[in-house]
Nanobody, 125 residues
Framework: QVQLVESGGGVVQAGASLRLSCAAS????????MAWFRQAPGKEREFVAA????????NYADSVKGRFTVSRANTKTTAYLQMNSLKPDDTAVYYC??????????????????WGQGTQVTVSS
């Protein structure tokens, strides 16, 4: 079992930045990819970004490319999502996830093995 705990959400104005963190504990021996998904009110959960075990390969949803950056600590057990130039459309609950699938496949929640509890990000216009 891997437990994931997110932090760093909040309320910001459009154009601001936030950094989310995700700390993994429990059975943390890899390799596994870490990813971020989000779910806005009334919408399905969607993929945001993912990073592989070694931290040298990433994937992004088109809607966040150039604005969000996913990274991973050298310890492998903490992942970050740096969100810049936030827009009201980015408002959602952001979930951290862990997957044993290949990084190229980590664009759907179907390959997620573990989920965090979620952290709210609200962007006001």
């Amino acid at each position: 079992q891997v437990q994931l705990v997110e932090s760093g959400g909040g309320v910001v104005q459009a154009g601001a930045s936030l950094r989310l963190s995700c700390a993994a504990s429990g059975r943390t021996s890899g390799p596994y990819a870490m990813a971020w998904f989000r779910q806005a009110p009334g919408k399905e959960r969607e993929f945001v970004a993912a990073i592989n075990w070694s931290g040298d390969t990433t994937n992004y949803a088109d809607s966040v490319k150039g604005r969000f950056t996913v990274s991973r600590a050298n310890t492998k057990t903490t992942a970050y999502l740096q969100m810049n130039s936030l827009k009201p459309d980015d408002t959602a609950v952001y979930y951290c996830a862990a997957s044993f699938a290949s990084i190229k496949m980590v664009v759907t929640d179907k390959v997620v093995a573990y989920w965090g509890q979620g952290t709210q990000v609200t962007v006001s216009s």
